[in-house]
């Protein structure tokens, strides 16, 4: 009887669950179930206005037959709405309409915007949702939407935690990795359209001739799926490269260098869409070397490229050694360069005012220089939120950002308008959004399985920023595992709660940049080396003693970043009594027996927030065993590993810093919360033997 009742439940749960087969996630969101499965598909398909040879359209059909999509189906391409639309920006607008039979309509003014339908209304199928009486237009928030890579030549990638670069370099061209077409298809999928191959402390060798004619290869590769190449250019190249005795941007032959290396550019990419710059920041070279600003160096390179109609995109971190606040260096820096930036010039802008970590404030320049062209720049990879081991989801970190009001205009001024629509269409129309790529040549692309939502993330977000953090994850889980509806409640609430855990458990309150070392994994808030740059140093961030804890940039008695930004926020975060809990130590220093919101001290809101986020890596793993069932073994124990290590690491992010601070202060610990598990002094002597480029394992942390 109990034999039976046991066969029963078996055959119960196989109806249910079906064995899943092994997947190592190289094939991404873009599993298309029914591919290689059935016959091919007899499509019905009608071209108007375009030729059904076009190699884009040949990709969209392709996918159409992948994706198992079998009913009639019409694309049409019409004329460009407005004569205004200029390079960058093609027109990808599209619209989709389908009959109550399925039967579609596609229509865009270019066969880009005719891909771009197609994998939306793909997306709809495989989200389970009804392709039926779809009736919708779609353009992109942002023209240009752009993934930096950091990879060097020799094949490491700078904050990559993903194994080595995508580009074999030296393979090229004799051989072609299937992976670069695989690469701009999933690009395409969620509408990225820009992608910077190499590092932006670039190589001067980048622009050897040897390699443009690689960068080609990429870029012919990329073209029909719409990815534009772009290249980090070293300031110095034309000494390091042309030998010329300087890169004075002044110098005359300098700047013909520069012509001669855009000319050539073009000469192999046609349609090559810029440069992207870091100039004079954490060493690098630039304009400042010779005693010119940073609107020197940006115009002579936007002047070589503007007969092509390429741009640059010029980036604002910089911060000089031994100033007194890091902070605000970025603002004090530019904005007095306002308006004198050239229209194919746009300034690139991390998301905050420090450095990509877990929660930061916007970053003041941001509707600071109202006659200068913005965008924003995220870090998909986790350089500073644990790498590929910590299961983090950003679209609710990027959105934060996005949505913030930064008070600078009488009308909606938060950073999406300010860095897409009204700068945009008061400047010359260059709209762009770019985020540091996750992505290697790991099997499953990012390391993490569910670091790959983050680069889908970012492109459906770049796309349509109405899009909520909620929507897109979905999204991603149904076509990444299944869209079984409980599996998809509590995977996307999953993602969704990871952000707060991981600012509780890593650095709540405002703490920031007290990570170990120069790899940035795990706590070090003691780190300090002889000699060593100030501002390097978590010391230099948290500024412990006996009495408290923050970094004071307030203007009565600190730094003053406070005033950086417009009122309200200025007074906002200016009163100690005013300031939210989760910006407190940023701009303020607090005694450690201080009351905070919450009616706690510091120091026990500090052991509460580090006791939350430990529960909540725990509750992590609890929660994606309970969604096995609906997840094959290989993908299902690889999350399962990296949760593990995911709440060792929230353990030893909670023991480091606490033990850490009580060491200023003495307090005991609060009496309802758990003691530490291991000893500062192990804790202090404990280094992580990782290159800058690998991803800590387990091994790696025998503590
Ligand atoms: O986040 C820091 C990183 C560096 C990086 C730099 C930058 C590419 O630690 O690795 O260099 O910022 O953004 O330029």
Redesign the pocket.
């Known amino acids: 009887m109990v034999k039976k009742k046991f066969l029963v439940l078996c055959l119960f749960c196989l109806m249910d669950f079906p064995l899943l087969q092994a997947e190592d996630g190289s094939k991404l969101w873009l599993r298309t179930p029914s591919a290689n499965q059935c016959e091919p598909l007899e499509m019905d398909v009608v071209c108007k206005g375009v030729d059904k040879n076009h190699p884009t359209m040949k990709i969209a059909m392709r996918e159409l037959q992948e994706g198992g999509w079998s009913q009639r189906i019409e694309y049409k391409l019409v004329k460009r709405k407005s004569s205004k639309a200029k390079p960058p920006a093609v027109d990808e607008e599209y619209s989709i309409y389908t009959d109550a039979d399925g039967k579609a309509l596609l229509t865009s003014a270019s066969t880009q915007g005719l891909l771009y339908a197609t994998y939306d209304l793909l997306r709809h199928k495989a989200c389970g949702e009804p392709v039926e009486c779809i009736n919708k237009v779609e353009k992109p928030t942002y023209a240009l939407r752009v993934l930096n890579h950091?990879d060097n030549l020799n094949g490491t990638i700078?904050?990559g935690y993903a194994g080595n670069s995508l580009w074999k370099w030296e393979e090229m061209p004799q051989t072609i990795s299937p992976r670069y077409e695989q690469y701009a298809r999933a690009c395409a999928s969620v509408g990225i359209n820009a992608s910077v191959l190499n590092?932006?402390?670039a190589s001067p060798e980048m622009l050897a001739t040897a390699y443009l004619q690689k960068v080609k290869i990429l870029a012919d590769i990329f073209r029909p799926y719409g990815v534009k190449v772009y290249l980090c250019v070293n300031f110095a190249s034309p000494k390091e490269l042309g030998k010329l005795p300087t890169a004075d941007p002044m110098d005359e032959k300098v700047i013909a260098w520069w012509q001669d290396k855009a000319k050539e550019i073009y000469q192999l990419v046609p349609d090559f869409g810029g440069f992207l710059v870091?100039a004079n920041?954490?060493g690098?070279p630039g304009p400042c070397d010779y005693g010119r600003t940073h609107v020197d160096g940006a115009n002579m390179l936007a002047d070589a490229l503007r007969p092509y109609g390429g741009i640059v995109m010029w980036?604002s971190?910089v911060y000089k050694a031994a100033s007194e606040d890091r902070a605000m260096q970025a603002l004090l820096e530019f904005e007095s360069l306002d308006g004198r930036f050239r229209d194919n010039v746009i300034l690139q802008i991390?998301n905050g005012p420090v450095?990509?970590q877990p929660r930061e404030p916007f970053n003041p320049l941001f509707g600071r220089m109202p006659h200068t062209q913005q965008m924003v720049?995220f870090?998909i990879t986790q350089?500073?939120l644990g790498a590929s081991n910590h299961l983090f989801y950003q679209a609710p970190l990027w959105k934060e950002c996005l949505d913030a009001n930064t008070y600078c205009r009488q009308s909606d001024s938060s950073v999406k308008p300010t860095v897409a629509g009204i700068t945009a269409q008061r400047l010359h129309g260059l709209s762009a959004i770019a985020g540091?790529a996750n992505i290697g040549d790991d099997i499953n692309w990012c390391g993490h399985h569910f670091a790959q939502a983050n680069w889908y993330a970012f492109g459906r977000l770049a796309w349509n920023e109405q899009l909520t953090s909620e929507e897109i994850a979905k999204e991603w889980l149904k076509q990444t595992f299944t869209d079984n509806t409980d599996f998809v409640k509590s995977a996307s609430q999953l993602m969704l709660d990871t952000r707060e855990a991981l600012v509780n458990y890593m650095m709540p309150i405002g703490l920031h940049h007290i990570f170990a070392e120069?790899h940035?994994y795990g706590p070090a808030p003691w780190y300090t080396e002889k000699g060593m740059r100030a501002d390097w140093s978590p010391l230099y961030y948290h500024r412990s003693d006996s009495l408290g804890i923050g970094f004071d940039r307030t203007v009565a008695t600190g730094s003053g970043g406070t005033a950086q930004y417009a009122s309200p926020l200025f007074d906002m975060w200016e009163n100690r009594a005013t300031c939210p809990d989760e910006y407190l130590l940023w701009f303020h220093r607090v005694g450690w027996n201080e009351k905070l919101h919450s009616g706690r001290t510091l120091w026990h809101e500090l052991c509460h927030r580090y006791q939350t986020g430990l529960e909540q890596a725990r509750g992590f793993q609890k929660r994606w065993d309970a969604l096995q069932p609906y997840v094959d073994k290989e993908r299902f124990e690889h999350v399962q590993h990296k949760l593990k290590i995911q709440t060792h690491d929230a353990q030893w992010w909670k023991d480091a810093c606490l033990l850490y601070f009580q060491t200023f202060h003495h307090l005991p610990f609060p009496s309802d919360y758990e003691r530490p598990v291991y000893d500062l002094e192990q804790l202090m002597n404990f280094h992580i033997g990782l290159s800058?480029h690998g991803c800590p394992t387990r091994q790696q942390l025998r503590l």
Request: glycine share 0%.
């Open positions: 950091w700078e904050r590092n932006v402390n870091k920041s954490e690098k980036r971190f991390k450095d990509f720049e870090q350089e500073y540091v120069v940035h800058l």
